[in-house]
Every structure is written in C-alpha cells, then in structure tokens.
T-cell receptor, first 112, second 112 residues
Framework: AQSVTQPDIHITVSEGASLELRCNYS??????LFWYVQSPGQGLQLLLK????DTLVQGIKGFEAEFKRSQSSFNLRKPSVHWSDAAEYFC??????????WGLGTSLAVNP | NAGVTQTPKFQVLKTGQSMTLQCAQD?????MYWYRQDPGMGLRLIYY???????DKGEVPNGYNVSRLNKREFSLRLESAAPSQTSVYFC???????????FGPGTSLTVT
C-alpha cells in the first residue's frame, strides 16, 4: 500500500539549533517527493521537491532534503532554525497519476 | 497573479443547509483538487479534476459534489451539511503529471 509516515508528531527545538524532520514512504513506482510548510491559519507552501537527479535538494527558507532510496526516506533539514520556522510541515509523495499521498504532518515549535 | 483563490474564508452553517465553496486559479493549470484538513488527520482528498471536463472521487467524497466550471474554476458543494463536515477546506491546482500543487488560503467551515 502507498503511504507516507512522518514519525514525529511534534518537535521542539531551540532557535539556532539544527533541525531534521523525518519522512518515510512506501510507493510502488519511482516517487516524486515534496515537503510543504503550513503556517498557522495559512495554506500550504512548497518548500522543495525531488523528481530525479541529485538526491540532495535545496529549497526555500534555507531548507534542504535528502532522498535515500535504500531507506525510503526523504528527510528535511535546516542547519539553524529561526523562530519564524515554527509551523506544520508535511511530506508528500506522488507518481504519475496527478495525486499526492500526504503524511500527517510534524508540528515544529521553536524556543527563543 | 493571485494564484489560487478561495471564497468564502469563513462560513458557519446549520445542519442540513447547503453551500458552495468556490475556487479559482489563474496559473492556467489543468488539474485542480479539493482537500479537507482536520486535526491529526492531515490532508484528505475529497475530489479532483485532472483536466477540464473531468472529475474523480478522492479519499472522502461522501456528502460532497464538485463542478469543474471551466479551466479556471472548481467548486465544491455541500448539499446537506452535517457536523462531521466541520473542517478547513483547501483547493489546490497543478500542471503536469505529479507536478507540485499550489494551494489556496483555505475556507474554515463550521456546521452546527
């Protein structure tokens, strides 16, 4: 079955600390992978995507993610978190059918 | 270039009332989607339209109908609202197979 798992429901980090949000997927074909961010009361904004090629992808707001096929993972990282990064983060996987499969999200809190 | 717009932003309905949520995109995208977002349940696809003139059920279509009015507009109708339909509704659009989805700001619906 196709699925996306974000193992951490909630994470708290201190401002300036590094961040890694985990995403594991199960997908039968070559996946297209996405990370989105949702600030409170807002819609979802694309942070980055992986379709093919270099497995380390750079996104907006200083985020990056690494695709590891052997581990079926697409973890999101940021070297130094800012207070404005507090938000909900969603991982999604898609294929050739125009639909995305979504994880349940990870809520990030940032301590000053 | 407004991207994806949704109206209304907030709505309160009584059980049994009907309403239509409107969505429009100005990016000339072929595909459009309706999701609902509930706490702890992530994003769930209600209906989608791969291209103008086609619509398909998603994960949770019961109690909803959709109309792809033209390439720009995709509306979601609740014929007889139920408290279980209290949620935040997001419209999204995309272009191409498994391309990233662009989201509207959402409609917060409460059914009493």
């Amino acid at each position: 079955a196709q699925s996306v798992t974000q193992p951490d429901i909630h994470i708290t980090v201190s401002e300036g600390a590094s961040l890694e949000l985990r995403c594991n997927y199960s997908y039968g074909a070559t996946p297209y992978l996405f990370w989105y961010v949702q600030s409170p009361g807002q819609g979802l904004q694309l942070l980055l995507k992986y379709f093919s090629g270099d497995t380390l992808v750079q996104g907006i707001k200083g985020f990056e993610a690494e695709f590891k096929r052997s581990q079926s993972s697409f973890n999101l990282r940021k070297p130094s978190v800012h207070w404005s990064d507090a938000a909900e983060y969603f991982c999604a996987v898609g294929g050739n059918n125009r639909k995305l499969i979504w994880g349940l999200g990870t809520s990030l809190a940032v301590n000053p | 270039n407004a991207g994806v717009t949704q109206t209304p932003k907030f709505q309160v309905l009584k059980t049994g009332q009907s309403m239509t949520l409107q969505c429009a995109q100005d990016m000339n995208h072929n595909s459009m989607y309706w999701y609902r977002q509930d706490p702890g349940m992530g994003l769930r696809l209600i209906y989608y339209s791969a291209s103008e003139g086609t619509t398909d059920k998603g994960e949770v279509p019961n109690g909803y109908n959709v109309s792809r009015l033209n390439k720009r507009e995709f509306s979601l109708r609740l014929e007889s609202a139920a408290p279980s339909q209290t949620s935040v509704y997001f419209c999204a659009s995309s272009e191409g197979v498994s391309a990233e989805q662009y989201f509207g700001p959402g409609t917060s619906l409460t059914v009493t």
